[in-house]
């Protein structure tokens, strides 16, 4: 690993995405897991496109840009990360239905711990030589658990047992998830600066491609099978925002993946999609105010 800075940084790695989950968690009950059966075709199209088709797309993206192996198997960590709670504040601020991106982080969250070790280990013995030896092995699935699902469950069960306490902690810990997330993107950048350009140069194009070609099917897969706006708008910023956090937080912990390689693509992902989400966001927005007839 190159000079990534103290060690303390990569040691406090996985506390720093579990206050991201247990923000997360804070702002879930029961009853999001639930609602999934109130908006049955949005949340599996959703489910099934970030879980399927963005890898698989995600693939053939780094194929055609010619990625390097370690950035290859960077975006395919990113493309199996779960959508990031940046996600529900687009939503809200665009119009979507954010009771379904919620569910859908939820969810996605949960179905991460299983997906994301299968997605990296399937790269990795493909792009790297070595890379059952530094690949995500099935056996890291519980480390996985507790920087996930662990901090959700604590969140979730302060909001069930202390609402109050819940409901201070809340703002609070969303800022510093925003702190974490910026500070985590920026240890990344600023350890690989000699190379930053490059790093850009190469995996820029395919970041920026992915991430519109994510918001795009997000939105249009559901839309086309007759799902309604606001829907349709909670599952493109779902499928497009992804949680670079987890992503990064996977590449650099010294017991998982162990690489700052591996992590940029997730830096760059996490710059990016914060430009074009809004671009996304302002494009549908717009078409949606045109007199036509909606969908149920």
């Avoid at 720093?16 to 989950?21: E, F, K, L, N, P």
């Avoid at 902690?169 to 950048?189: D, K, T």
């Avoid at 140069?201 to 249009?220: D, K, P, R």
């Avoid at 992590?263 to 914060?274: L, Q, S």
Wanted: one cysteine or more.
């Amino acid at each position: 690993m190159s000079a990534m800075g103290s060690s303390w940084i990569l040691a406090s790695l996985p506390f720093a995405i579990g206050i991201v989950m247990f923000g997360l968690g804070l702002s879930l009950t029961l009853d999001d897991f639930r609602r999934v059966g109130q908006y049955p075709k949005a949340a599996v199209l959703a489910l099934l496109c970030q879980i399927v088709l963005l890898p698989a797309i995600c693939f053939g993206l780094v194929l055609a840009f010619g990625l390097p192996p370690e950035l290859a198997v960077g975006m395919l960590l990113v493309a199996a990360s779960p959508g990031g709670p940046a996600a529900n504040l687009f939503s809200h601020l665009f119009g979507g239905n954010v009771a379904l991106n919620v569910t859908l982080t939820a969810i996605n969250s949960v179905l991460a711990v299983v997906a994301l070790p299968i997605v990296v280990n399937l790269s990795a013995g493909y792009f790297l030589p070595d890379g059952a030896a530094i690949g995500l092995q099935f056996d890291k699935i519980v480390q996985v658990f507790a920087m996930v699902v662990v901090p959700v469950v604590i969140g979730m069960l302060v909001r069930a047992l202390a609402p109050e306490v819940a409901q201070r902690l809340n703002l609070p810990v969303r800022a510093l998830s925003v702190v974490v997330l910026v500070g985590v993107i920026y240890a990344v950048l600023y350890s690989e600066r000699e190379n930053l350009l490059g790093y850009f140069v190469s995996v820029g194009l395919a970041a920026l491609a992915f991430n519109i070609v994510s918001l795009l099917i997000g939105y249009s897969v559901p839309r086309l099978a007759g799902v309604d706006h606001r829907a349709a708008t909670a599952a493109g910023f779902e499928i497009g925002i992804h949680n670079t956090g987890l992503a990064i937080t996977v590449a650099l912990s010294p017991t998982l993946l162990n690489s700052a390689e591996i992590a940029i693509p997730g830096a760059v992902y996490g710059i990016v999609m914060f430009f074009t989400a809004t671009g996304f966001g302002w494009l549908i927005s717009r078409r949606a105010r045109r007199p036509v007839v909606e969908a149920s």
